[in-house]
């Protein structure tokens, strides 16, 4: 799987926007786009994927570079309870076990 | 009602004792995984089933041996556990093993290997 280089840190105050970026530069066609979350103490949590075209969920929305060389991960208003680490992971479509390599990702801290 | 759950949710032992870390989904998915997180919060696949079929198998040391019993169930079992296997181990499950699809996870259990 493809490469995927997202900031270490990044930092929004409360109720804002806030666009978390990934740069794929090596991803190739077959590579799905994911993001997941992982909360202090827990799991990782599904956030959203997508392959070419941008995507919407109620969690979050996914822009997604025309050459698919880079995404932004957008979550439309911030809440203490998004402060995380993001992760966004390429992964190839397979049909024998998907499992997800998953990077350092972007610490989010949010702000009141 | 928790969708994929682990037990225990922490486990202190001594060096070389032999201990199991077990998972269950209530979604029924056919695909369950492990993955370890280690001190520098780097998550890592070890093993993966589908239907109760090892379908992948990272390279793990054969310390660890993963058991599934049907495929609602997926347990850990580590032999003469060693320093470094202190870490945070994961469950999750998938619909299909095949993706791309959600991978729901568990809420970790922290070893501590002394």
């Known amino acids: 799987d493809a490469k995927t280089t997202q900031p270490n840190s990044m930092e929004s105050n409360e109720e804002e926007p806030v666009h978390l970026p990934c740069n794929h530069s090596?991803?190739?066609?077959?590579?799905?786009i994911h993001w997941y979350r992982q909360l202090p103490s827990q799991g990782p949590e599904y956030v959203i994927h997508?392959?070419?075209s941008n995507v919407n969920n109620r969690m979050a929305s996914l822009a997604i570079a025309e050459d698919r060389k880079s995404s932004t991960l957008i979550l439309h208003r911030a809440t203490l309870r998004d402060a995380a680490v993001y992760y966004c992971?390429?992964?190839?479509?397979?049909?024998?076990?998907?499992?997800?390599?998953f990077g350092k990702g972007t610490s989010l801290l949010v702000t009141p | 009602d928790t969708a994929v759950s682990q037990t225990p949710k922490y486990l202190v032992t001594q060096m070389g004792n032999d201990k199991s870390i077990k998972c269950e989904q209530n979604?029924?998915?056919?695909?369950m995984y492990w993955y370890k997180q280690d001190s520098k919060k780097f998550l890592k696949i070890m093993f993966s089933?589908?239907?109760?079929?090892?379908?992948i198998n990272e390279t793990v040391p054969n310390r660890f041996s993963p058991k599934s019993p049907d495929k609602a169930h997926l347990n850990l079992h580590i032999n003469s556990l060693e320093l470094g296997d202190s870490a945070v181990y994961f469950c999750?499950?998938?619909?299909?093993?095949?993706?791309?699809?959600?991978?729901?996870f568990g809420p970790g259990t922290r070893l501590t290997v002394l």
């Open positions: 992971i390429l992964r190839a479509y397979s049909n024998s076990g998907y499992a997800l390599n």
């Open positions: 090596t991803i190739s066609g077959t590579d799905y």
């Open positions: 979604l029924g998915h056919d695909t």
């Open positions: 089933y589908n239907n109760k079929e090892l379908i």
């Open positions: 999750a499950s998938s619909l299909i093993s095949g993706g791309p699809n959600e991978q729901f």
């Open positions: 997508g392959l070419t």
